[in-house]
């Protein structure tokens, strides 16, 4: 009987130290960030390595005689000049009228893709200032973008996420107040190209604007920023159905091909890639694929 209890405690000893023992290993992309988050590197300039240049000018030729206005000429003794003939009037050219833009204004909603309902909306409260997430509608920020009503479906560009007037003890907006809202490459990716069969994912982020249709570009983001790691980045990504409302993103690759563009999320931060079965691979915390929803104001 002795030797039993010696035994049961033996086992309940164990099994307490199991317990109380922390949990190691990282599931999720976002936790391999958190010493990252944690600190306050300087932010990364791109352009700090571009040397300033002085340009030489020139010193502009001294009038010449024909150039001297009539109160000058009278002035040194000379005869007025000749009057020119004018042979007609010149041409104006017509330019086409721009196409109309509209400016709207509201809250993204993120959905999942399979129909399974609403997960929450684009948050006033990115992680660290770095990376945007989803949180119910209470801290829902209004985002608005510039979209051509000629036509269904087209680019929503100048996204932009708007000022949140809180108090400075809150978590919100992005570092260094970045309003323009992009896709920046995420930090493991091995290159700024996203495909089919590649885990390489992006992070949607404040970012520094680029031209429609750029290439990744080494402009300044708030990842960067907030993490002392240079990553390229790209604005003019989102696309628009005024028809479904649907939000979608289109990157572009280094060669200028434009892949398949993904949305999904891992725990309530937000990403996209061409493959979210690659990702999860690698990071294997469950990912939702997501549909983006835009509700007007």
Known sequence: MRGFIHLFSLVALASTAVLSSPITGCL???????????SSPSPVDPAASIANVDIPTRSLPDHGVEQLTNAERFARGLPPKKPKLIR??????????????????????VDRADGGGTLGYLSKRPFSGAQARYEDISNAVTVSFKFDPSGTSGPASDFTFESVPTPQSLDTGFKNSYQILGLVQGRDSTSSDIAPANFNYLYIAGTTQTSPGATPQNVSNSYSDATGTARTAESEVW?????????????????????QTLIWTQGT???????????????????????LIFVPA
Do not use: H, M
């Open 88 to 109: 007609g009037s010149p041409l104006r050219r017509t330019q086409a009228s721009p196409a109309p833009v509209n400016t709207l204004r509201g809250t993204l909603r």
């Open 269 to 291: 931060a937000l990403y996209a890639g061409g493959d979210s079965s690659a990702f999860a691979s690698k990071y294997p915390s469950p990912v939702t694929l997501l549909k």
């Open 239 to 259: 696309q628009y159905n005024s028809d479904t409302k649907e939000i979608s993103l289109q990157w572009v690759n280094t060669g200028g091909s434009t892949p």
């Open 28 to 38: 999720s992309e976002l936790c391999g960030s958190t010493d990252l988050f944690e």
